[in-house]
């Protein structure tokens, strides 16, 4: 287990660690009702029903707990790899390809301003966030492009496409559009039209086959 320690670098204990993740908390409420520009240490504690000074013991500043909620959401995507690890032949590639889009949607959705403030912050040049991001679709960009890989060498996908580029307009595709889904759904479209639409376009391309 990682050791989680404060600003000055001591281990904290049990009742600690409570505290910071229930600053952590109050973070992630607060950026889900207002801009990050706007969000001060002050609206955190008072959310979070403490102190300014208990902040600082766990926190250099507001990006610095930012960036811990983004390495969470990170790691919380990790579980839905299982999906790319399996085989998706047949039957299986239908069931994998909607089983891996449902918990992409549903992660966005649970982590959505986390998340879109992560892409905003890293496309602007902000390097920790970049770094982040990085590390957190890494390994999605890797089963992806091994699944595209496979294909090209059964010759079920064209030999004439880069895979790890496929794999790159694979992840832009499903964090620019889920991204957008409040928008999308004033349009009418649900997020389980969301989920049948990506799930199918994922199935073509990794696999060469139609819904």
Request: charged share 20%; no cysteine.
């Given at each position: 287990?990682?050791?989680?320690?404060?600003?000055?670098?001591?281990?904290?204990?049990?009742?600690?660690?409570?505290?910071?993740?229930?600053?952590?908390?109050?973070?992630?409420?607060?950026?889900?009702?207002?801009?990050?520009?706007?969000?001060?240490?002050?609206?955190?504690?008072?959310?979070?029903?403490?102190?300014?000074?208990?902040?600082?013991?766990?926190?250099?500043?507001?990006?610095?707990?930012?960036?811990?909620?983004?390495?969470?959401?990170?790691?919380?995507?990790?579980?839905?790899?299982?999906?790319?690890?399996?085989?998706?032949?047949?039957?299986?590639?239908?069931?994998?390809?909607?089983?891996?889009?449902?918990?992409?949607?549903?992660?966005?959705?649970?982590?959505?301003?986390i998340l879109r403030l992560r892409n905003l912050r890293a496309e602007e040049g902000d390097t920790k966030f970049r770094d982040l991001r990085g590390e957190a679709i890494k390994p999605f960009m890797k089963g992806l492009t091994s699944k595209i890989a496979a294909g090209q060498a059964d010759g079920r996908i064209s030999a004439h496409i880069n895979a790890y580029a496929t794999a790159a307009a694979i992840m832009a595709m499903l964090e620019r559009l889920v991204a957008y889904l409040p928008e999308f759904n004033r349009r009418g479209v649900e997020p389980n039209d969301m989920v049948e639409t990506l799930s199918c376009l994922i199935l073509q391309i990794l696999t060469g086959e139609k819904c």
């Open positions: 287990m990682t050791q989680v320690t404060a600003t000055d670098g001591r281990v904290i204990g049990t009742r600690a660690t409570i505290t910071r993740v229930r600053l952590l908390e109050a973070t992630a409420k607060l950026l889900d009702e207002n801009s990050a520009l706007d969000l001060k240490v002050i609206d955190i504690t008072r959310e979070a029903n403490t102190s300014p000074a208990t902040f600082y013991q766990y926190f250099t500043d507001v990006s610095d707990a930012i960036l811990d909620l983004v390495y969470q959401a990170g790691q919380d995507s990790l579980s839905m790899l299982v999906h790319l690890d399996q085989s998706w032949d047949g039957e299986a590639g239908k069931k994998h390809a909607v089983a891996f889009t449902t918990e992409f949607v549903a992660h966005w959705q649970a982590h959505s301003s």
